[in-house]
């Protein structure tokens, strides 16, 4: 991993957990329903930076978390995070932005806003649920359908999200083509 | 920003952060297969009367566990929908003892003396081409990021209620991506001046 490429990795660690520190935004899409932007980041991760840096990013930010750092949403860390029930979410972010990487790749030739929304939709949501909800049975021994269940509140604020996340990235690749890393040849 | 650590002469200060996280690490497990409500109410205790022990401004921070009250409701409440209150009470008391004992090992260790801990586990990637210690300075680096991107979130946030007199939000992130890679190009410069991304294993 060469210099850029880490300083990029700590970078996308970073813009997650500000988008934690955020006030909620409100979005009109929703209603204006406030929603925390910090699940986003997982997506953003992903599409901006490509499988291998995005994934690379998240595993750091966890790092950084496991070490006693407060950097998710509404200053939560250090080693309880770990042993939450959300914790499947949190070990998730580092497939989905894996997964958002490489479908952004994969149709790297398709314009950016299609591609980047099937990508965060697939990573951010598809995989990332996988996870949380495993994870989710898995720590208060409820049935994989009842923990489905009880993700399903999460499912309408992340739909919005993996809109922004394309919204974003078709505005970043008409702006600075460039910062769009998962396309760079 | 607010730091998870709590800096104190404690007993539990002076425990070796290997020992603490190898303890977290067999209650954790000793803690699964067992679902009775007296162990489970037992962790819960021991959590309580660890962050009881180490001082007032330990005990405080049992108020970090709210946020979760509405989310544990829910899951006791879809156990007792099934049929099985009891089963629910002690998972949501089992989340709670752990999470309470994490917390007391993240209140009572610094973040270099985790590190010193977890640096032979990363050994590992050193045949990726990856050195510990450059993970050690990726972890610096987001530690230091975080307030200056805020300050840069900020920044565009001044400026766009200067245009518009709202707060920015969402509208926000794709100018933050823009400028955030700025800055990457010109922190891996600097980077790159100062002789790279540390190769060696050792510090």
């Given at each position: 991993m060469n210099d850029r490429s880490l300083v990029q990795v700590a970078l996308y660690a970073a813009i997650f957990a500000v988008l934690g520190l955020l006030p909620k935004f409100d979005i009109p899409l929703a209603g204006g329903v406030p929603i925390t932007a910090q699940s986003m980041g997982a997506m953003l991760a992903g599409v901006m930076l490509g499988p291998v840096r995005g994934a690379a990013a998240m595993l750091l930010l966890l790092l950084v978390v496991a070490l006693g750092?407060?950097?998710?949403?509404?200053g939560r860390g250090g080693l309880a995070v770990f042993y939450g029930p959300s914790v499947g979410f949190i070990v998730g972010w580092v497939a989905a932005a894996f997964v958002a990487g490489a479908v952004m790749r994969a149709l790297r030739?398709?314009?950016v806003f299609p591609a980047a929304l099937l990508a965060a939709v697939l990573g951010g949501i598809v995989v990332l649920y996988a996870f949380g909800i495993a994870g989710l049975a898995m720590m208060t021994k409820l049935s994989v359908l009842d923990a489905a269940k009880a993700s399903l509140i999460f499912l309408p604020g992340d739909t919005i999200k993996a809109v922004l996340v394309a919204l974003v990235a078709q505005t970043v690749a008409r702006g600075f083509?460039?910062?769009l890393l998962s396309r760079a040849p | 920003m607010i730091a998870l650590y709590l800096p104190g002469p404690s007993w539990a200060h002076r425990l070796p952060a290997a020992f603490k996280l190898g303890v977290l690490a067999a209650v954790s497990l000793l803690a699964v297969p067992f679902s009775g409500l007296a162990p489970m109410a037992g962790l819960v205790a021991a959590g309580l009367a660890v962050h009881a022990a180490l001082g007032r401004q330990a005990w405080r921070?049992?108020?970090?566990?709210?946020?979760l009250v509405p989310l544990l409701a829910i899951l006791f409440g879809l156990h007792w929908w099934n049929g099985d209150p009891g089963l629910g009470a002690s998972a949501v008391l089992r989340l709670i003892g752990m999470m309470l004992l994490a917390n007391a090992l993240t209140m009572t260790t610094r973040m270099d003396q985790m590190m010193d801990v977890i640096e032979p586990l990363l050994r590992p990637l050193g045949w990726l081409g990856l050195s510990p210690r450059a993970v050690a300075l990726a972890v610096a680096m987001v530690i230091r990021f975080v307030p200056l991107l805020f300050g840069l979130w900020e920044a565009l946030n001044e400026a766009h209620k200067a245009r518009t007199g709202r707060r920015g939000g969402w509208r926000l992130l794709a100018p933050f991506c823009i400028q955030t890679l700025r800055l990457s190009h010109h922190t891996a410069e600097a980077l790159a001046a100062r002789g790279g991304t540390p190769k060696g294993a050792r510090r």
């Open positions: 750092a407060p950097l998710l949403a509404g030739t398709q314009p083509p460039e910062a | 921070r049992v108020a970090l566990l709210r946020p």
